[in-house]
């Protein structure tokens, strides 16, 4: 169930601009960039969002980065003015019992200050690799608070409503590292790689808060995800395709984690034409990546496929 308000607004004026400017200090070699965009929603006072990094390229094949940036989410209208029954829990003996979110037409924007650091490098002609580190500072980002439960009678039965309101109660930090490389092994092979680590802290500003957005918002994504791939072109335009992927749990869901495993073999008989044989979620029968936290939603499980596909290139 959506309210009125939600529905109306509809109308939205909003404009951007984004400034650059690029500064060497040590030619070839020391590189300063300035970034500032700004933003304005109807007629009020642009917001500015700054960024800097700093890059310095030592060798011909090594890069050396750093960034600071500051951005903000703007609302939405669901932020303002959804209102929307997420449980129905039966009673007995007592009345129903519905737990509603609510919007919060006075709900602010969320903040984030970014840090980044990373290093590129090509170690000669087959061997490339990424790393990357970021941390990352969230304050007002949205959560809820519980209203004043109370009765109602339409529509029917009659039953006890409570009032999850957002408002902009979670703040807390993330800490990743991102790696990532790529190895010609021989003319026609190719292997790339890559591996995510995440840790977040988050917390509720408001004592004693238990909210289950902090809960969502704390364990939404995988502390460690890795992937391997592997490309190799065959004789007669034939490429045989392999990715495994392993992606860590998720406890708040009771997600547990798992390992993927995609193949595929394709033909091109001819520039255009390209026949392909598909198989995903190898190792297993199937697998569960995700649930919602709301128990009226039944989360399926990702099967074992096979599939044939023919593209047509104009």
Known sequence: RYSASFLSQI?????????QDEITLVRDRLQVILGMRLESHKVEIPKTFPDIRLIWTPTARQTLWTAVSRTERTPALADTGLDADTALIPSS??????????GNPEIGDEYLIAFQAGYRAQYGKRFSADLTGYHNQYSGVVGTYQGTPFVETDPGPPHLVIPQIFNNSIAGETDGVEASSTWQAARPWKVSGGYTWLRMNMHSTLPGDHSAYLARTQETSPTEQFNLRSYLNLPQN?????MLYFVGGLPTFSVPAYTRLDSQIAWRPKERLELSVIGQNLLQPRHLEFTSANEGILATQV????YGKVTWRF
């Open 238 to 242: 034939i490429q045989f395709d392999t």
């Open 11 to 19: 109308k939205i004026l909003i404009w951007t601009s984004v400034v």
């Open 303 to 306: 099967k074992r496929s096979f």
């Open 93 to 102: 003996g007592g009345l129903p019992t519905d737990i509603e979110i609510g």
